[in-house]
């Protein structure tokens, strides 16, 4: 089956500008899942969906991020405006978890952002 | 709290063992992952092990649990170059929420 899909690879942008990540899960998976990675770190949940509901966003920034799930499938990440400090590879996992017994996290490959 | 704690470095040669350790706080977690991460990529879920467990086997990767020291480590037999990447240990934090906690990753080196 095919795997966590995520786009771009790479983004470079200013302070201040403002940016976006895509997400395509693995199908018929109803929780999503955005972490942030600084270099040197572990990854850190930002934002967790089931279907289009927010389970958790108790770490996420809301004064510039936002994230979006609108039709229980793909989601999208954005940051407006950016910061240095948010240069990090942002990852999305996918699961078929719906409560209860834990299911596999399944990683894409990650956005790897670079703030100026 | 919830924090997991890794040592940053490890390095070994190629066909010795290789053992990875980690400590966590949340003794209310239910389950504990090792994730392998590679340059440039997305994290691998290697194995995990339910919290009632002291111990889980799978092929050359061994997992000991010692939930009174909430210490894990994973052991790498017959460690080879393929194996060099940033190991990541996680517990699942909340019942609930499915979160997953992360240390700060092991960096494997293997030397010929």
């Known amino acids: 089956e095919a795997g966590v899909a995520q786009s771009p690879r790479y983004k470079i942008i200013e302070k201040r500008q403002s940016v976006a990540f895509w997400c395509n899960p693995i199908s018929g998976h109803a929780t999503l899942y955005w972490y942030q990675q600084i270099l040197g770190q572990g990854p850190k949940l930002l934002i967790q969906f089931q279907n289009n509901g927010v389970v958790d966003d108790s770490q996420l920034p809301k004064d510039r991020f936002s994230a979006e799930r609108l039709k229980g499938v793909d989601s999208t990440l954005k940051i407006q405006p950016a910061k240095l400090e948010d240069s990090a590879v942002y990852l999305c996992?996918?699961?078929?978890?719906?409560?209860?017994?834990?299911?596999?996290?399944?990683f894409g490959p990650g956005t790897r952002l670079l703030v100026l | 709290g919830e924090d997991v704690e890794q040592s940053l470095f490890l390095s070994v040669r190629e066909g010795d063992s290789s053992v990875i350790n980690c400590t966590y706080t949340d003794s209310s977690s239910t389950y504990l992952y090792w994730y392998k991460q590679e340059p440039g990529a997305g994290l691998q879920l290697l194995t995990y092990?339910?919290?009632?467990?002291d111990m889980k086997q799978d092929q050359r990767l061994t997992v000991l649990l010692n939930k009174k020291d909430k210490h894990l480590s994973l052991r790498i037999a017959d460690t080879q170059t393929g194996d060099s990447a940033i190991y990541f240990c996680?517990?699942?934090?909340?019942?609930?929420?499915?979160?997953?906690?992360f240390g700060t990753g092991t960096r494997l080196q293997v030397f010929p």
């Open positions: 092990i339910f919290s009632n467990m």
């Open positions: 996680a517990e699942s934090a909340s019942y609930n929420t499915d979160k997953l906690i």
């Open positions: 996992a996918s699961s078929s978890w719906t409560g209860g017994v834990k299911e596999t996290q399944y």
